[in-house]
């Protein structure tokens, strides 16, 4: 569990997105239709059960900024300085996506990638 005690426990809590720039339609869409859609998303995807006991909805017009046209370039900038900067490790939303999933991946892989280059300069100390 993330975060305990925010929720009773025979409650589960849940923060969802909807819409974006691949979904636009949905800002005109009524929060009943979000209710529906989030809803039965979560049946699909988490196998819950009922209805919500509580919904709020938050709506940000500029939630997420949307990476632009030249966002290979950057890509490409910060794999060069990882190659080129022995120990520096690159994590978050610019590498690995918007997401708190794709955040949270990109900073544990960039964890296992610290712990790795720690373990390899403990050997080449120990071998010098």
């Known amino acids: 569990m ?45 196998g819950t059960k009922g209805e919500p006991t509580y919904v709020s909805h938050v709506y940000w017009s500029k939630a997420f900024p949307l990476y632009g046209h030249n966002y290979d370039s950057v890509l490409e900038a910060i794999d060069k300085m990882e190659k080129n900067l022995p120990g520096l490790f690159y994590a978050g939303n610019y590498k690995g996506g918007l997401s708190f999933g794709k955040t949270l991946s990109s900073r544990c892989n960039a964890a296992d990638l610290v712990i790795s280059y720690l373990q390899s300069m403990t050997i080449d100390t120990k071998n010098h």
Not at 16 to 40: C, H, P, Q, Y
């Open 2 to 46: 993330m975060f305990p005690n925010r929720a009773p426990n025979n409650v589960c809590l849940y923060t969802t997105f909807i819409g974006g720039s691949r979904n636009r339609e949905l800002v005109k869409a009524s929060r009943s239709k979000l209710k529906d859609i989030i809803t039965s998303d979560l049946k699909q995807l988490l």
